[in-house]
C-alpha cells in the first residue's frame, strides 16, 4: 500500500471512527471499550458476540450504531420455537401459483441475533452459512446478502435453564467474544438521568454503507511486517496444550487451544486497530490490543482449571 491515495483514505478512516465513536456515545454511556471492539469487528469484516446480564443496552448499542453507520438494521429474537425458514425466508405461492421466495429478516446490513443461546442448534446453524459465506441457500437456490454485513449476537449468561450451548463451530465464526461489565456508580446516575427524562437525542448519518465497503478493503491492503504476523502466530500455537510452543500455564490449565482462524483474525484485528489509532501499519501492541477478544471464546479450560478459579482472560494475560 504505497499510493498517496490510500494514505489519505487511511486518514479519513481514523478520523472518521472519532466521529462514529463520538456521535454514538450521545447516546451509550460508558462501555467505551465495547463500542470500540464493535467498529473495530465492523471494519474488519467480522461478526461479534456480546455477552453480559440484562439491561446494559446491548439492544440500544446495536440500533445505535446502525443508525449512525446509515445501515439497514433487523431483530431477531431467538426462542426455542424459531425455525431457520424463520430466519432465512421461505418460499410461498403466488397468485399465478408459482412459487416466489419471501426474504427473511437475515436479509439486511446489520442483524441483532438476540439471547442466541435461546434457539435449538438446528437454528443456530442458520446463521453458519450467512456468517461465512454472506449468502443463504434455499431450495437449492443462493441468494447473496447486502454488503456491508454484519451479525451481533447476544447472549445472557445467568438463566441457563432451556438454553442451547452454541457450538463450538459457530463460536469460532465471532471475530470478538466481547464481555459487558456493568457501570460504574457515575455511569448509572448518568443513564438514570437520562432514561428518566424526556431528553431525545438526535443521531448523525456518518458514514455511508458504500464508505464502509471502501474502509473495509482498505484495511485488508494494510501492510503487515513479518515479524507481527509471527508473534500472532506463535501467540495462538501458545494456547495448544499438545503443540510443541505450548506454554506451560496452557499445558496444566487449557483443554483445546485456538485454531488458524484466530491468527487470521489477530492480524485483520490489529490492521483495524492500527488504522483508527491513525497508524499505518500495525505493530504488536496492536495484536495485544485485540487479543483478549478474538481468544477468549477459543480456548477451553479444562477440569483444574475451573475447580482453581483460573479464568479464560487470565491465562491469556499470562501469555501476553
Not at 162 to 173: K, W
Not at 271 to 292: F, L, M, Q, R, S
Request: hydrophobic content about 40%; glycine content about 4%; proline content about 5%.
Amino acid at each position: 500500500m504505497d499510493a498517496k491515495s490510500d494514505i489519505q483514505t487511511l486518514d479519513a478512516l481514523a478520523s472518521s471512527y472519532q466521529k462514529v465513536f463520538d456521535e454514538i456515545k450521545k447516546v451509550i454511556v460508558g462501555q467505551d471499550d465495547v463500542v470500540k471492539e464493535v467498529l473495530i469487528s465492523i471494519f474488519s469484516r467480522g461478526h461479534c458476540l456480546l455477552v453480559g446480564v440484562p439491561g446494559l443496552a446491548k439492544t440500544l448499542l446495536v440500533s445505535t450504531i446502525s443508525e449512525v453507520l446509515g445501515l439497514d438494521f433487523n431483530r431477531i429474537q431467538f426462542t426455542p420455537d424459531l425455525m431457520p425458514s424463520d430466519i432465512i425466508g421461505t418460499e410461498i405461492l403466488d397468485e399465478n401459483r408459482k412459487f416466489k421466495f419471501v426474504k427473511g429478516p437475515i436479509f439486511a446490513n446489520f442483524i441483532l441475533a438476540d439471547e442466541i443461546n435461546r434457539t435449538p442448534p438446528k437454528t443456530q446453524s442458520a446463521l453458519l452459512e450467512a456468517m461465512q459465506e454472506r449468502s443463504v441457500t434455499t431450495s437449492g437456490k443462493k441468494y447473496d446478502l447486502a454488503a456491508p454485513f454484519f451479525i451481533m449476537a447476544t447472549q445472557n449468561p445467568i438463566e441457563q435453564e432451556g438454553t442451547y450451548a452454541l457450538p463450538e463451530a459457530q463460536l469460532d465464526r465471532f471475530m470478538f467474544n466481547i464481555n459487558l461489565d456493568y457501570p460504574s456508580f457515575q455511569e448509572e446516575i448518568e443513564i438514570v438521568k437520562t432514561t428518566t427524562s424526556n431528553r431525545e437525542v438526535a443521531l448523525q448519518k456518518i458514514l455511508s454503507a458504500e464508505e464502509i465497503i471502501h474502509y473495509q478493503d482498505l484495511i485488508y491492503k494494510i501492510p503487515v511486517n513479518d515479524s507481527v504476523v509471527s508473534y500472532a502466530v506463535d501467540l495462538v500455537a501458545k494456547t495448544r496444550p499438545n503443540g510443541e510452543r505450548a506454554h506451560d500455564i496452557v499445558k496444566k490449565y487449557i483443554e483445546w487451544g485456538a485454531g488458524p482462524r484466530a491468527s487470521q483474525y489477530l492480524i485483520i484485528g490489529a490492521k483495524a486497530h492500527a488504522a483508527i489509532n491513525g497508524k499505518y501499519a500495525p505493530d504488536i501492541e496492536d495484536v495485544k490490543a485485540v487479543a483478549t477478544p478474538i481468544l477468549r471464546h477459543r480456548i477451553m479450560r479444562n477440569y483444574k482449571a475451573e475447580a482453581e478459579g483460573y479464568t479464560t482472560e487470565a491465562i491469556i494475560k499470562e501469555l501476553l
